[in-house]
């Protein structure tokens, strides 16, 4: 088992940044690759970013790349979302997940956060 707790969500303006959080107990963080997912109201939830177990592989949806930067310190157990340059389409509710496979179909995950509310301001 494994429990994810995000934290650093809020209201920011359009073109500001926050930074995210997820932070991990239980069975061993590095056993896991770690992804960030955000659901809008109405729209299904969608893959953000994904990080590898070392965290020497990232990935990202095409609309972040270049704004969001995912990072992990295993040591620390957490896994971060820097998002920079947020747009209003950027408002959703962010999850961290943990997964002992890899991808960015949310099935493919094992362990989800309670989430963190971002919302930008036009």
């Known amino acids: 088992q494994v429990q994810l707790v995000e934290s650093g969500g809020g209201l920011v303006q359009t073109g500001g940044s926050l930074r995210l959080s997820c932070a991990a107990s239980?069975?061993?963080?590095?056993?896991?690759?770690m992804g960030w997912f955000r659901q809008a109201p109405g729209k299904e939830r969608e893959f953000v970013a994904g990080?590898?177990?070392?965290?020497?592989?990232?990935y990202y949806k095409d609309p972040v790349k270049g704004r969001f930067t995912i990072s992990r310190d295993n040591a620390k157990n957490t896994v971060y979302l820097q998002m920079n340059s947020l747009k209003p389409e950027d408002t959703a509710v962010y999850y961290c997940?943990?997964?002992?496979?890899?991808?960015?179909?949310?099935?493919?995950?094992?362990?989800w956060g309670q989430g963190t509310q971002v919302t930008v301001s036009s």
């Open positions: 997940a943990a997964t002992a496979g890899s991808g960015t179909y949310y099935k493919n995950y094992d362990y």
């Open positions: 239980g069975r061993s963080f590095s056993f896991y690759a």
């Open positions: 990080i590898s177990r070392s965290g020497g592989n990232t």
